[in-house]
């Protein structure tokens, strides 16, 4: 845990035309408004929010400090089964926000396959785009060490095909916003096909942001590549950014995907918070903040990164400054991280202010959304 400061950067990103173009057709620009009151122009709007990308079944083992020696056997202090993976984490952390959202995504038609769909209905969320095929249900075994930091086996399973959805995507009402959570755990919807996603839902009006997880094809930049251009906000993790760019520093990494074309990039700092960088025309102008985390006790780390997509989302769509939303973004971080699973301790906008007045932040985080 680390103290927490806001620090402005200055403007000193390279220039780059296309970070100002509009989508034809359109204006692709955030208006502030409140969940729930999204008029789409062109048809009815099936929610506010599209998550789309991969939805696990992960199964969360605390504490695993050493590996057990080939043969033995170790003894853990819990097991837990939770839902998991980046567009269902994200969904719900969204609608715990007061966000409609809709989960775009494929499970299997097995026992997990039916966990993950149970576990949006006991949260009164449509599970219409959850499609069940005949591959198994992607699954997790996250290890968990004392301090909280967790290392993933993971099973692709149902995420392996989902370009069989796309074309039936590209029918779909429009919604305000489409986010896609587990760019490189999608290989039927990676690189150019996610692409073409983006640009269609720009067609219809839509913001987009693209949040990635660990490429375990080693193809990184070269996959995502054609992906970034259509991408409003581009969200990964300080691993997966440094992996990316080649860069260590997390100001050089915003820039170089600056550079290849993302027009706001947010990368997730773990314990020291988060960086957001964008070249786009803000109230609080094109630059780079670094804004610290909140100090909590940290029981488990898996899906901090997800719910700190969703309150950053949850920000950058109600039309606060991005500073503003970064720091919401590391609240509902904090409050994921205090309990075991990706979902379990996300909080809904009244307990997320007492959170930030309980650590000290609540007169930063007003002052930063008053004034950027």
């Keep these: 845990m680390f103290d927490s400061t806001l620090r402005r950067r200055p403007a000193g990103l390279a220039s780059r035309p296309n970070c100002q173009r509009k989508a034809a057709g ?27 990308g991969i939805m696990v079944a992960d199964v969360v083992v605390r504490p695993v400090d050493r590996w057990p020696e080939l043969g033995s056997l170790q003894f853990v202090s819990g097991l837990d089964v939770h839902s998991g993976g980046c567009a269902l984490n994200t969904g719900m952390a969204l609608h715990a926000l007061g966000w409609d ?23 009164e969320m449509a599970t219409s785009g959850v499609r069940r095929v005949s591959a198994g249900t992607a699954g997790s075994v996250a290890l968990v060490t004392s301090g909280g930091e967790r290392t993933f ?17 590209q029918q779909l009402p429009r919604a305000r916003h489409l986010h896609v959570g587990g760019a490189f755990l999608l290989p039927g919807l990676d690189g150019e096909p996610m692409a073409e996603l983006l640009q269609t839902a720009h067609r219809m009006g839509m913001t987009t942001s693209v949040d990635t997880a660990y490429d375990f094809s080693g193809q990184w930049m070269d996959l995502v590549r054609p992906v970034l251009p259509h991408a409003d906000y581009f ?36 314990e020291h918070g988060a960086l957001i960088a964008t070249q786009q025309a803000t109230p609080e102008g094109a630059g780079a903040w670094s804004v610290g985390p909140l100090k909590v006790p940290v029981v488990d780390t898996t899906g901090a990164g997800d719910a700190w997509v969703a309150g950053f989302l949850d920000g950058v769509l109600r039309g606060w400054p991005l500073p503003a939303a970064a720091l919401w973004g590391n609240a509902q971080g904090a409050a994921c991280v205090q309990t075991t699973g990706a979902s379990t ?20 985080f007003d002052r930063l959304r008053s004034h950027g």
């Design 26 to 52: 359109h204006a692709r620009t955030l208006r502030a408004s409140r969940p729930g009151t999204h008029q789409a122009g062109r048809g009815c709007s099936i929610a506010d929010i599209v998550c789309l």
């Design 235 to 270: 969200l990964p993790s300080y691993l997966e950014a440094k992996a990316l760019t080649g860069e260590s520093d997390p100001e050089q990494q915003a820039h170089r995907l600056l550079e290849a074309g993302v027009k706001t990039v947010g990368i997730k700092l773990g």
């Design 101 to 123: 959202v809709r989960v775009e995504g494929q499970v299997g038609n097995d026992i997990l396959g039916d966990y993950l769909v149970r576990v949006l209905e006991e949260r």
């Design 345 to 364: 301790g996300v909080l809904g906008r009244d307990a997320l202010l007492a959170l930030l007045s309980a650590a000290g932040r609540r007169e930063e």
């Design 153 to 169: 086996l993971h099973y692709i399973g149902a995420n392996r095909n989902d370009r069989s959805g796309l074309s039936a995507w």
